[in-house]
């Protein structure tokens, strides 16, 4: 599962689900535990787009230049397929 949040490409997006198939919640702990200062974790959002960390996690990710709507990320351009 890290290596798949690992394998985000700076400026896109997965989902939980996409880096856990099948157990979105387990990601979402993984991640939370983790203390990895290279696990790039504001890359990971859920499905609908919003975000578990809020305003920290969306300013990563508009440095990376993810687009927006809204509070939402754009996921129509943005998902990775994993």
Do not use: C, H, N
């Amino acid at each position: 599962m890290l290596a798949r949040v690992r394998a985000i490409p700076a400026g896109s997006v997965a989902t939980y689900g996409e880096v856990s198939p099948g157990a979105p919640r387990f990601a979402g702990s993984v991640l939370f535990g983790a203390d990895e200062p290279d696990l790039a974790w504001w890359r990971v959002v859920r499905a609908d787009g919003s975000l578990a960390k809020g305003a920290r996690q969306k300013q990563l990710l508009v440095a990376e230049g993810v687009p927006f709507r809204g509070e939402r990320v754009e996921m129509s351009s943005d998902r990775l397929s994993a």
